[in-house]
């Protein structure tokens, strides 16, 4: 069975690039082949995002270069997948002519009818949500490699009120523990050495009496070489069971993403946070005590309405007192039909840009004194490749996901762990010197809680 051949590309969370991987596996199943490049391609798809007003104009500005590729070939079929065709729906096609297909996160199964839709000449639109699609039966299409991503949860229940993420992802919902530790399984098989589950909001994973400490333990124990990495943890739930279950399992990484968002109370209860700087601070706390090295980033919003000179204070203070090895940090962009949107974008955009700067900065400084503070200290790095510089130079990552760089020899190979000592950092990367190799013993325990 030949159907046409697909080209995908993703934009916005690693959640979109996990589910690029079941849209193919989908695809696959129906007899489509992959495509390496738009032109190549009967049928195009844009799996986007919607965080952000900038997200979704890089879309708009892409699917404009894409109507010269349609103009040439009016046969081709163009769909936009993921969170921007949930949240605008019909009004992308009504908007945007030359989009044939509209399918949102929980109507993947059936894009193959909705490609036959317009295929046929017509307007493909699958934008219902789900309460219990969580895609746990599809094999998802991986290209062979080393580091891996999996959906354990959707959805969100969050309602943080700038937020989209509950209105283009639904209800939360969780995949069985076991069929994801049977997934990791076979990445291990296949010869994966790390496995990021994911979710919006993890915490809240849920599969019977398992909860996510639970489903972290059982992927750890599938294969000790394998790093078991997590996001994203929200502040109110992450428990202390998660922490201790970090704690004694050497292959989960001792790295923690707990987005902030500010560091003023005040606003953090309007963003419907539902916790304050101080259970914030007092969970980091207790993560150092009971994670001996752990390390944090976290994400941060400059401008959020109403913000005053002093709330951003605040989160400076809160950035200077965690000490964050990293942070992904943005302005605040009012999202329709959220409750923020509904409080005004008061805060000017040259006080947004020079807060963030401030914010990107701050931070800059922390990351490089944290990883200055690292020299002469001995890290394991898992080896990814060369770097993307020099083929003299292979590229890893430590356990707490920093960036490592070593001069390449023979012996080192992609997918090795090896132990180095730091002679050189920046804010942003690690460099080192080989000392050894380790080798992990791999677990005759089979697994299936
Ligand atoms: N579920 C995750 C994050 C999802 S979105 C969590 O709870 O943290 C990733 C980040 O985008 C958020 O943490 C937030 O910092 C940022 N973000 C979300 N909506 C935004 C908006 N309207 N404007 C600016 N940043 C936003
Ligand atoms: Fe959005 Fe908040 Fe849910 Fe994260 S927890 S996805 S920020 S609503
Ligand atoms: Fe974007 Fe949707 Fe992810 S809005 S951040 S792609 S959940």
């Known amino acids: ?27 696959k199943k129906q007899g489509y082949t992959v495509a390496q490049n738009p032109e190549d391609a009967d049928i195009i798809l844009l799996n986007t995002c919607s965080i952000r007003d900038n997200a979704e104009q890089r879309i708009y500005g892409r699917l404009g270069n894409l109507k010269n590729l349609k103009t040439k ?52 639109i699958g934008v219902k949500l789900s309460r219990t699609e969580t895609y746990d039966d599809i094999e998802p299409h991986r290209e062979d490699g080393l580091s891996a991503w999996i959906s354990v949860m959707r959805g969100c229940d969050k309602f943080c009120t700038f937020c989209v993420v509950p209105f283009t992802r639904g209800r939360e919902r969780s995949r069985s523990l076991n069929s994801i530790v049977k997934e990791i399984e076979d990445l291990s098989a296949r010869g994966f050495k790390e496995v990021t589950l994911l979710g919006q909001n993890v915490n809240s994973y849920q599969d019977e009496e398992n909860d996510f ?50 560091g003023s109370n005040r606003i953090l209860e309007l963003m419907n946070r539902t916790y304050t700087i101080e259970h914030y601070l007092n969970l980091i706390e207790k993560a150092k005590r009971i994670i001996p090295g752990v390390s944090f980033s976290t994400d941060i919003i400059a401008g959020f309405p109403t913000e005053t ?12 007192q965690v000490r964050y090895d990293g942070a992904y940090m943005f302005k605040y962009s009012p ?28 931070q800059q400084q922390i990351s490089y004194e944290i990883n200055q503070g690292l020299i002469g200290k001995e890290e394991i790095v898992l080896v990814e490749g060369f770097s993307r510089k020099s083929n003299e130079f292979l590229s890893g990552r430590t356990d707490t996901n920093k960036v490592t760089i070593i001069p390449a020899q023979e012996n080192i190979k992609p997918g090795d762990y090896i132990r180095i000592k730091i002679n050189k950092a920046t804010s942003a990367t690690l460099f080192g010197e080989y000392l050894s190799h380790i080798v992990f013993e791999k677990s005759s325990v089979v697994l299936s809680a």
């Open 335 to 362: 999202r329709e039909g959220t409750k923020a949107y509904k409080m005004g974008d008061d805060v000017p955009e040259d006080v947004k840009t020079k807060r963030l700067q401030e914010i990107i900065d701050l």
């Open 73 to 124: 070939k009016p046969e081709l079929v163009l769909g936009i997948l993921g969170c921007m065709a949930e949240r605008l729906r019909k009004d992308l096609i009504e908007e945007k002519k030359i989009v044939d297909v509209v399918v949102g996160p929980d109507e993947y199964r059936r894009l193959p009818e909705y490609i036959d839709i317009a295929f046929n000449g017509d307007k493909g």
């Open 309 to 320: 000179w002093e709330d951003h204070l605040a989160t400076l203070d809160v950035m200077r």
């Open 1 to 27: 069975m030949k159907n046409g051949s697909v080209y995908i590309e993703t934009y916005g969370c690693q959640m979109n690039f996990a589910d690029t991987e079941i849209v193919l596996g989908v695809l």
């Open 213 to 262: 400490s639970d489903l972290l333990a059982a992927a750890a124990k599938v294969d000790p070489s394998m790093r078991i990495r997590f996001t994203t943890s929200h502040p109110q739930d992450l428990s202390e069971k998660l922490l201790y279950t970090i704690a004694e399992q050497q292959n989960i990484c001792n790295y923690i993403h707990l987005p902030v968002q500010s």
